[in-house]
């Protein structure tokens, strides 16, 4: 770092429409007399207390090598005026447009600007990539996705997440509904802030109503057409996030320069990831940077296309400090290096002999099946995310087992299981996990993937399954890179339900697998070396700063079988903690506590109920949200139940409650 900065702890951007969008900023301190080049975050997490950990760790140190940070909160949210209307929406997307045309005519900036971010700022960073705007010149995306129905956090291969109503419940206390800070909003802070509430959007009933591959979610999904993205992209994510299959679609799909780097990470910025090893984040970022907005050719395009983290086997535990492996790469993907292995499914076997024989298998798995080892879709770094011992499971599944393997099995890339199967309801999911079974008899998760199988063809169309005619489908698992030893067993588990990661079909089915049409294609390196990329080295930037510890996090979760109705019970109370932030004199305290239950026999007796409590002090300003949501369901609908509740010190200043039905559509 060479340049002494300055910072612009709080400013405003005009819009064309008369709206100013807040934002932060850090820069050379030089910058005006000598523009630098401008890189830009761009979310609704609010710029003053929602992101200022990583803010204050990332944007300076990256600033002193020569470029202008700015982090701005998107519409309706932190203290930006207008009102928030959904994620990636025209309106985002376009007051992206504007901003970056904005920067790049500062006078402390160049003319070159870059956009990154993680999770909602991947996501615009590729969606503003696809609308090239002439100012942008390359982005890092960061745990992103190029398919917003597939692969986001409302479903997966057509089935329904159950993150769909968990994020909508906490992206509301999270971001969208908490207070603006009344010290730079002005007198007029709580009239605004209830107009922002009053005008709030329910996300759940828009998401859950689009049940199809529609239009809705083709916007902003840079699949749909990869050749617009014409500048360069870096795209980043970890083995332990939902996101990580785009990586390796940009790589292959993009014809502009594409790099991509994954890590053993949760979603989380691999300079302060978990687990460990971590990475230079700032090293590896600004080395793109002054590739592509200041033309310097340090060589950082001659390095492999593809670079990712090998983990060795691990037993199972829902939390990992640190992953044992390598670092490895390819310099093209699909890369030559990889190659595929077939397994057959057997009765209870999985071998690499065909199977000629007629053997049908039937899966009727409970509906609680998953509840001991599936964690939700997305792991941000908390305690117990992680998917622990598999055994109970699989004892619920139908499991295909290796012999115990000679040679120890690299597995890279995204295995892929073919099912010749029937069923006896018209709709039906259905569930493939990979396991590493242990000597000594523990079954690790190694990646997993799930199929609403009416979406079988079609996720814009889906059809109904006719009872008993057979299909031949393919399950995508997430991608992974994971070394089996010699000596383990690897274990295909296959069942038709995984609560709680999905929500359950309607129906209580059963599915038959014709064997003789089962295999499993498992993706193997045949060409492994030690990357020995000094910006891959293990990195510890020291404790991560949080202010003021006045409460510290913790997540605590418990699994029972009530003895009187045979619901399956998983509450999860999840501490975020009571934490002051120093550079805005802001104390947040933060509860979300979850109940889930099922019957294993009924598929609509699943419940989720949760409830959620945010208190803010924002210099002598107290204000409070607390919000209760609750999902059930029948074959023909889904039922969400809510109430919000604002509070200025003791006066409740706002309440709303919604009590919506959504119709079901083969899902």
Known sequence: MNNQIREIHHDVIPLKDGTRLAYRAWLPVDAVNNPVPATLEYLPYRKNDGTVIRDEITMPATAGHGYACVRVDIRGTGESEGLFDDEYSEQELSDAEQVINWISRQPWCDGSVGMVGISWGGFNSLQLAYRQPPALKAIITICSTDDRFNEDIHFAGGCLLND??????????????????????????????????????????????????????????????????????????????????????????????????????????????????????????????????????????????????????????????????????????????????????????????????????AVCSPESTGRMGCKLMVGIGYSGEFADDQQADDAQSYTFDTPPLEDELPIVGQPKVCLDLSSDQPVANVAARLCDVHPTGESTLITYGVLNLTHRDSNETPEALVPGKSYRVTVSLNHIAYRVPAGHQLRLSISNAYWPLIWPSPYRDTLYLQLSGCRLNLPCSTSLEVNNNPALEAFDDGEIPAGKVLRPGQTRKTIQEDPETGLVKTRTETDYGHYWYGSCDTDIDFTIDQLLSIHPDEPNSAKSDTALQVKMKQGETETALKSHYEMTSSQQHYFIRATWQAWVGDECIFERSFDEKIERKLI
């Open 164 to 361: 769909n109503l968990d994020w909508a419940s906490f992206f509301w206390a999270y971001a969208q509904a908490r207070c603006p800070d009344p010290r730079l909003m002005g007198d007029g802070w709580q009239a605004h802030w209830l107009n922002r509430l009053e005008n709030m959007p329910f996300l759940p009933l828009k998401w859950l109503s689009e049940q199809t591959k529609s239009d809705y979610w083709k916007h902003g999904s840079v699949s749909e057409d990869y050749s617009r993205i014409r500048i360069p992209v870096y795209a980043m994510g970890g083995w332990a996030d939902a996101y990580r299959n785009t990586v390796f679609r940009l790589v292959e799909n993009l014809s502009s320069p594409c790099k991509g780097l994954i890590g053993p990470w949760a979603h989380v910025y691999p300079n302060i990831a978990y687990p460990n090893p971590k990475v230079d984040y700032v090293k590896e970022s600004v080395r793109w940077w002054d590739r592509w907005l200041k033309g310097i050719d340090n060589g950082i395009m001659d390095e492999p296309k593809l670079q990712y983290y090998l983990m060795d086997s691990v037993k199972p535990a829902v939390d990992y400090s640190h992953r044992d492996g390598s670092w490895q790469s390819e310099t093209s993907w699909p890369s030559a290096s990889i190659q595929n292995e077939q397994y057959f499914l057997h009765p209870g076997a999985l071998l690499a002999d065909p199977n000629a024989e007629p053997h049908t298998v």
